[in-house]
């Protein structure tokens, strides 16, 4: 199983960034999927899960200017960000759970077993 992430990069205040995450060993449409992140001194936070029966979960913070979609035919997950702003500087990655999931919703980090390396995004004022 692998997920390799890409996209990020450097963007003003305000502005967008796609990011995807290409997966193989694994079919993201079976799958729990999610986009997490993590900035310097922090803990890691969730940003979206998309649960395998297409569930979503935003977190609060990004409601209503992140957007994640899937290419199913190229087990692509994608992340849509738009109005982005300096405190998301982070690395972000995406992370898959394979079903049977039983536990909380959204699934927590830890409970995720398949991790990209990441991609980093920031944002300057």
């Known amino acids: 199983e692998r997920l390799v992430e890409s996209g990020g990069g450097s963007v003003q205040a305000g502005g967008s960034l796609r990011l995807s995450c290409a997966v193989s060993g694994f079919d993201i449409k079976r799958y729990y999927m999610g986009w997490f992140r993590q900035a310097p001194g922090k803990d890691r936070e969730g940003v979206v899960n998309?649960?395998?029966?297409?569930?979503?979960d935003y977190a609060d913070f990004v409601k209503g200017r992140f957007t994640t979609s899937k290419d199913n035919a190229k087990n692509i997950l994608y992340l849509q960000m738009n109005s982005l702003t300096p405190e998301e500087y982070a690395m972000y990655s995406c992370?898959?759970?394979?079903?049977?999931?039983?536990?909380?919703?959204?699934?927590?980090?830890?409970?995720?077993?398949?991790w990209g390396q990441g991609t980093q995004v920031t944002v300057s004022s």
């Open positions: 998309i649960g395998s029966n297409g569930d979503i």
């Open positions: 992370a898959g759970l394979p079903p049977p999931y039983g536990g909380k919703w959204p699934p927590p980090d830890y409970e995720y077993n398949y």
